[in-house]
């Protein structure tokens, strides 16, 4: 072999750079499509989030929730201070409203913590 010429490549060679060529194409194109049906996945999934959001809409719509007790005697306003009397015979916790009103809530104790109402 002279060094001047240039030695072309064999068959083999070109077989295996030609195989990696197809490979990378292969690669990127698989890639593309995997990323492809991942963004229709979303799409689909975002679609039935909002639809199922429009439907708790037209729900919440037709069949709104109900207001207060028309019975609950809570007064309707701020609440102006608290009293917690404990150890006597008719623990209590005592609310007086903004609008002078009181409430009276008994209190028991249950594993060692109090609970009022």
Known sequence: ????TPSRP???????LALIGIVGLISVGC?????SSEAINQTEAIQRLDYRLQQLERRLDQDPSPGP?????????????????LG???????????DGSTSNLPCTEEQNTWVCG
């Open 10 to 16: 064999g068959a083999e060679t070109i077989k295996c």
């Open 88 to 98: 006597t015979v008719d623990d209590r916790l005592r609310i007086y409203w903004g």
């Open 69 to 85: 007790d028309p019975g609950d005697k809570t007064p309707a306003g701020p609440v102006k201070s608290l009293t917690l009397r």
């Open 1 to 4: 072999m002279n060094p001047a």
């Open 31 to 35: 890639s593309a499509k995997q990323s």
